[in-house]
């Protein structure tokens, strides 16, 4: 799951960046122009589109970018619940998503922000539980962690495929997940996604790990990899 934000006086470049894109991909047919969607129209037979998607989304000067790793095996190890529920694997993703957003948010560039959070509806979740769960959670209620939770207006929404930002975050995580499924000493399949990594969220010290990628479970899945070292290097 990926959070892609951008400061209310820069949403044109989510526009800019959205729409070029379609205006790429369906050039063919303008008129036949459909949301963005990574496993339709970035496949990997299709490396130049994957190629221009990552060089679209890097020229995006104030966007952030926040990856949840969650791998479901390591998850089921890793929690005293298994995850066996599909909703509550979900809610628990988007409770780590938005932990980080909300993090990102209270020390913003400039000053803190109060985060508008659109997510991608899914289907087969109750979004409804989604936000009950969430709800308890920021009332503190099950967690002593100092959360910044007043950087989000609240409650989330969630929203269709229509919307631009819905897209480019739907990319961005197809980049990471290509990286993640190639071969863990291939440098060649995080090509792509190191081109955005300048946008990756870090903590005040410039730390990575646990800011602008949380991971459930296994932290190896990701830092094992051959290309771990040059995407953690700001």
Not at 109 to 126: K, Q, S, T
Not at 174 to 187: C, E, K, V
Request: glycine share 8%; charged share 25%; net charge positive.
């Amino acid at each position: 799951m990926t959070a892609l934000m951008v400061p209310a006086e820069d949403d044109w470049t989510v526009r800019f960046t959205a729409g070029g894109l379609r205006a790429l991909i369906h050039r063919s047919n303008p008129a036949a122009a459909v949301p963005l969607h990574w496993v339709d129209h970035f496949k990997a037979k299709r490396p130049e589109r994957r190629l221009r998607a990552a060089q679209a989304l890097a020229a995006m000067p104030s966007a952030r970018v926040i990856h949840v790793v969650v791998p479901k095996r390591l998850a089921r190890e890793s929690l005293a619940s298994p995850l066996s529920d599909g909703g509550r694997f979900y809610n628990i993703t988007a409770r780590m998503l938005l932990e980080g957003v909300a993090h990102a948010s209270a020390g913003w560039p400039g000053g803190p922000r109060l985060a508008v959070v659109r997510m991608g509806a899914v289907r087969g979740m109750d979004h409804t539980e989604t936000v009950t769960y969430l709800s308890q959670v920021r009332s503190g209620r099950d967690d002593e962690r100092d959360i910044p939770w007043q950087h989000i207006k609240w409650p989330p929404t969630w929203v269709g495929t229509d919307w631009d930002g819905v897209q480019l975050a739907d990319i961005n995580s197809g980049l990471l997940h290509t990286a993640l499924t190639g071969p863990p000493q291939d440098d060649a399949c995080a090509e792509n996604l190191l081109l955005c990594k300048r946008q990756l969220h870090r903590s005040p010290s410039g730390d990575l790990l646990g800011h602008g990628v949380r991971v459930l479970g296994d932290r190896r899945i990701v830092t094992d990899r051959c290309w771990w070292p040059k995407w953690n290097i700001a």
